[in-house]
Structures are given as structure tokens and as C-alpha cells.
């Protein structure tokens, strides 16, 4: 039974990112969460769960099933999130997946359609960047309304760099069947949820791919893509895995501002004395003039203020773990509600696709049927897991 | 005649532009260029041409026939560059165009047969930019193999602001018959040319622009394009006319290095210890480990340089036309062949193209009949400028 003040949770997976998990859990990093449970299904991972003082499963339904836990996270490969997440949504259990939500966005919506259903429990995503203060205080900037809307938006974000060796660690890494992608499912779910959180859901993507460019995998480690949000706004996603000096840049460009963030913790925001199209209008022919003889002066139109934030990497997921907790509990509202995570998703598929068929994919009228298709190619291609379901 | 020391110059447009060139030549500021005749079709610029002490012309023919010249430069709306720099090669003059050389590859090709057929003749373009020794040092570093092959490149160059009283000026300006484009002819193809100056001719773009979008003009004001260099590597490339706060970073990935220019003046060079991918394949698993538990350190594969070099803004004219004149005297290496020019009107043209069809275009094979259908219809729904000739 769920006490009032912690849930039991269960970790499903034990890997790197579940033995991060359990690690701060039993710290007892987060108040209102309690280590209840552990599942792999290598048998090898008993004695470390044991370590923990908690049941040890193999099978994830048997610890589903078992009583001990009220809620599960799946640090599993992103295939198995929709899945593991709907078998705890069908057994009454909270549930919290890590990103992506999935691999394809027939799996994520059909996670998403489970939750709907039981909107009496909690389900949520791991998006910890949101709770970097640095990108809740520029989403709050932007809600607003004090910067107008976007006019155009980049984000260079290369910084994910991941020698070969890294890819070597698994036999499902970077493949299309065991992990369905490369920096777009494993690294950048991260930018491509904040950016859609900070900028809106673009319409339609044009992308560039390379696939194994600079590294000997079937997936793609290079990625350009530039997306329409309609109305003439516009905006460019860089990533990699292969910049050793790698650029985490962000710039939004609004009808009275400009926001530009480095390294994720410095952000120089630009405000405008109005609306840029009132100044340009109001500007008088003889300023014009003044302006390109270089007597002029723009700076009396601009103030700029620059705020550096800490690094908060430490606290992200135990912050993201004790919402949800709290939501569970209490109704606390969700920093990152399962529901947002499909926008990632489809995003990265769009680019997927572009990147694939040379062409324009509109986002807003997503073809997941294609893709699907086009992802279940590759994968039969490559000849080491199963081919996909399309529900 | 031309003396073996200073070469005669005639200024074909007495506007903003021409004004700027009669005021530092009628100051000596080009050792080895006299400024010998003005030529403007409007008559009550007459006075101002005398005040230089220099025959005015209206007919820009006459001026080129009069022996009074040994050279031109032209200083004209951008559709005129071609026809004049032709007439003043069969007359047997030198012709220094400004940039760009033309608004389509075609009229612009046809000027680079006539100076190719004249190859006793100098035939040059005014890419003042080019004698920014930040971009020679950058374009030395690039050429010398010392940091590999590009990977990947994007340019942010959105400082080109312009209210609206300055489209204002002129009819021609910003109109599809007048000017023949937006920021891609007017303003940005500075950093078209050094963009490819320093990257290569990319092979295919795909491009968003906005036309009007924050202006009250016909012509593009907002573009965003994608291209591709082939094998892989890729770029981007962002330009407006409405951003108060205007960025210009170019950052340039190669399989060796970084190179990253803010503002045009403050360059930041990644020098790796060995190629990224050696680098990448070298390190062992263990070394990995430590990397993702935060125990890692990259910063020994790296060294950084900055270096800030000053703004050389004011010598760049005088230093492209100095350079001009040695080579019609001495025969000095041109900073700036016309041929050099036809790229960033190719560049400019495709993104146009791309933008129009939404399809990606072929810069390769670029089909330059299409364009200038595609040119014409606009000028003539415009209504106000002739159509152009495809020869």
C-alpha cells in the first residue's frame, strides 16, 4: 500500500542509468520516494540489487505483480518504455519513463492513450533539464508575452561527444532494431523536448543525416535539420557526437528580444525599448542616414542583461523523481507530463524521415505509417532484432 | 594613357556607394588610382562630380569612350554590373564590379566570358571582406590541411539591420526588377563569398525564406538555408534584416579542429592532439568509463587559441582597389577575380530557388533557366521593372 508520504518504487533495468537511480535512492535523495524493488533480467545483477536491501526480479511482470511497489521507472532501452510503462498502467501502477517515450510515435501515442485512460495515476517522462531554473525562468520569459512571438530560433548543440568506444559498451547501441537511432534518440531528446517546450511544436522539418560519419555505426551521429513553425518563423538544430570542442548554443529571436544562451548556463537576454517593427517604422529618414554614416546609434532602442546560472546537473533527476512522487501523492502539478514526450519523439522522426527520403515532412500531419515502414526496412537490413509492430 | 604608377578611374553612380569611392580616392587614399571622371544619369549630381575637379557624365558610354579612363568601377544598381563591366571591356578597360557581380548566373556568366576573353584586362570584384586578415589567416589555416576536412559549418549573420525608412529610399530597392532580391543581393553577399572563400562550394541547399516578413517589401528579409558539401559534411546559414540585436558567429567543425569567429573580430581555434576519429577509436573502455562518471578529461586531446584581431573596416575599399590597380599595372595577384563572384550568385540564386519551389536545389547542376522564369514571373507580377533576358 502507498503510504502518504513516499511511494515504493520499482527500478526496472539495472544498468548504468537504473544503478544511478538506485544509488541516490538509497541515499535517500528524494523524500517522498522509497526503493521498493529491482528488476533485470540478467540474473548477475541479484547480488548489487541485494546490496540494496530490496527484492530482486527477473521477470518485470512478476514485481509488477508482486505487491512491493506502487510506481516503476523503466531505465530500459527505449524500444521497451511503451510497453513496460502500459503493463504497470494496466496493473494500477504510477509510472515514470525515461526518455524518449519511445522509439516511434505509434508506440509513444499508444503509451499515451494508457495514461489518458488512467489519468488516476501518475505518468510522467524523465525530462530533467526542465528543472534547470535556467530554462524555467526563460520558458516563463516567453509565456509571458514580454518578448512577443518567435521570429526565428538555433540551437547548436554539440556537445554530446561519445568516442567508439562507447558505442562498443553493447550490442543494441546505435543499431536501428535495439535502439532505433543515434544522437536523435539517445543524446539530443533532451534539446528537442526543451526547445519544443521553449519555442512551440514546429510544423515541418528539412534534415540532413550521416549515418556512421564518424563513428562505425548504423545510425546517424551527424544531424542538421531546419524547421518551419509557420507564419515565416523558422529555425535550425545542429547536433553531433564527434565535436571534442563541442557548442551548446541557443538563440531565440522574438518580435521585442533576443535570448541567447551558452553552455546552458549563461543567458544574455536582449529587450527591446518596442516592438522591433514600430521602431523600424518609426525610424525618420535622417536616422537611417545617421545609421550608416556611423553617426547613428541603435544601442538607445536595447537593454541587455546577462545572468550566468549554476550548473544544476546533480539535482535534476532526484528533483524530477520527487515531482512525480509528489503528483502521485498529492496532485502537485507535473514538470514533465508523459503527454509531452511525443512531441520529441515526432520530431525526431520527422527528421529521421527527411534524412531518409531527401524531402519536406510535415510535422503537424505526421506520416507514421511511412515511417515505420522506412524504420522497419533498416532494421530488417541490418538482420539482429525483430522488425516493429505498427500498434 | 595609363601611367606605369596610377591607373585612372571613372565611377559609374554617383549614390551612396560611388559617393563613399570619389571621397577617399579625392583624398589619395589609393596610391596608384586617380579618380579621373564621374558619370551619374541624373544631371544634378554634376555639381557634386566638379567639386572633385572631374568631368561628369551622364552616358556612361560616352565616359567610356572618352579617354579619359582606364578603368571603371561600377557603382550601380546590382542588374547593371554585367552590361557595363562588358561595355567597358570591349572599349579596352579594366572594370572593377561591385559586389554582387550580377543578380542571376546567367547575365553574370556572360561577364565572366567577355573578362575571360580579355584576360589582358583586369576584371574584379569589390569583396572588400577579403582583406580582413581574419578571414585570410582563417582561410591560410583551412588551406594549409593543418586541421583536416570540414565537417560541418553554420554562419549566424543577422547584423545586416535595416529599418524600413531605408528601403524607403529608392523604387528599386528591395523589388524583384529593381534590385532582384533582399538580404541575399544586398547585404549578405559579403559572407556568401567568404563563406565559400573559406568552406567550398557546397553541392545542394534547401531554404526557407520569409518575402515582406518583418518589412513592408516585396523581396525576401528573413532566410534560413541548409547545404551540403557532400561526404557528409553539411552547413547552415541564417541572415535577416530585423534583428536589432544581430548576431554574427561562424563556426567551422574539420576533422582536426574548430574554428569559431564572433562578431568578426574574435577568433577562437580548437586545435586537437591528433585527428578526432584516432583520438575516438584510441580510447579504451575503461577511459570511457571514467569520462561518464564525470572522472574523464578531454581537455588534454585540446589547446585553444583566441585571438582578437581590430576592426579593419575602414581600409577595406581602398585596399580592394589598390589591389585591383597593381594587378592592371603590375600584374599582383587579384584578392578578388571576378570569377570568384559567380559562386555567392549561384549560392544566392539556388537558396531563391529553393525558397520559391520549397525543393531542395542542385547548386552542382544548377538550372539557371528555372531561375530566371521563376525571377521573371515575379518582376513581372511586380509590374513595375522589364523582365530580364536569359542572355
Request: hydrophobic share 40%; aromatic share 8%; proline share 4%.
Amino acid at each position: 500500500m502507498m503510504s502518504d508520504l513516499a511511494i515504493r518504487l520499482g527500478i526496472i533495468g539495472l544498468g548504468a542509468q537504473g544503478g544511478y537511480y538506485a544509488g541516490f535512492l538509497s541515499k535517500d535523495r528524494v523524500p517522498n520516494v522509497t526503493l521498493a524493488a529491482i528488476c533485470d533480467t540478467d540474473e548477475s545483477k541479484r547480488a548489487a540489487a541485494e546490496a540494496y536491501g530490496v527484492p530482486f526480479f527477473t521477470d518485470y511482470l512478476t514485481m509488477l505483480d508482486s505487491g512491493a511497489v506502487d510506481a516503476v521507472v523503466t531505465t530500459v532501452p527505449h524500444y521497451l518504455h511503451p510497453e513496460m510503462g502500459i503493463a504497470a498502467l494496466d496493473r494500477g501502477l504510477h509510472v515514470l519513463v525515461e526518455k524518449p517515450v519511445g522509439v516511434y510515435t505509434r508506440q509513444a501515442r499508444r503509451l499515451l492513450d494508457h495514461a489518458a485512460a488512467r489519468s488516476d495515476l501518475t505518468t510522467a517522462v524523465m525530462f530533467n533539464q526542465r528543472t534547470n531554473p535556467l530554462y524555467i525562468d526563460l520558458r516563463e520569459l516567453i509565456q509571458s508575452g514580454e518578448l512577443g512571438r518567435l521570429r526565428h530560433t538555433s540551437w547548436i548543440i554539440t556537445t554530446w561527444w561519445r568516442p567508439q568506444g562507447y558505442y562498443d559498451q553493447s550490442a543494441w547501441r546505435a543499431t536501428w532494431g535495439g535502439e532505433g537511432g543515434g544522437v536523435l534518440v539517445n543524446q539530443a531528446p533532451h534539446q528537442l523536448d526543451l526547445w519544443q517546450w521553449l519555442c512551440g511544436v514546429p510544423t515541418s522539418v528539412f534534415a540532413k543525416l550521416a549515418f556512421g560519419f564518424k563513428r562505425d555505426i548504423a545510425v546517424e551521429d551527424e544531424v542538421t535539420a531546419l524547421v518551419d513553425f509557420g507564419e515565416g518563423a523558422t529555425g535550425t538544430f545542429s547536433t553531433c557526437t564527434h565535436d571534442l570542442a563541442g557548442t551548446d548554443r541557443l538563440e531565440i529571436l522574438l518580435d521585442a528580444g533576443k535570448i541567447v544562451v551558452d553552455d546552458s548556463t549563461t543567458v544574455t537576454i536582449t529587450r527591446l525599448s518596442a516592438p522591433e517593427q514600430e521602431i523600424s517604422a518609426g525610424m525618420s529618414l535622417a536616422e537611417v542616414r545617421r545609421l550608416f554614416t556611423g553617426e547613428g546609434d541603435t544601442s538607445k532602442y536595447v537593454s541587455v542583461t546577462t545572468t550566468t546560472y549554476d550548473s544544476p546537473w546533480t539535482d535534476q533527476h532526484p528533483a524530477v523523481l520527487q515531482n512525480f512522487a509528489a503528483h502521485a501523492l498529492d496532485g502537485t502539478p507535473l514538470i514533465a507530463p508523459v503527454e509531452d514526450g511525443i512531441h520529441g519523439v515526432r520530431l525526431a522522426n520527422a527528421i529521421h524521415l527527411s534524412g531518409w527520403t531527401g524531402e519536406e515532412v510535415s510535422i503537424t500531419d505526421f506520416d507514421e505509417d511511412r515511417y515505420l515502414a522506412e524504420l522497419n526496412e533498416r532494421i530488417a537490413r541490418e538482420g539482429t532484432f525483430p522488425t516493429r509492430e505498427g500498434d
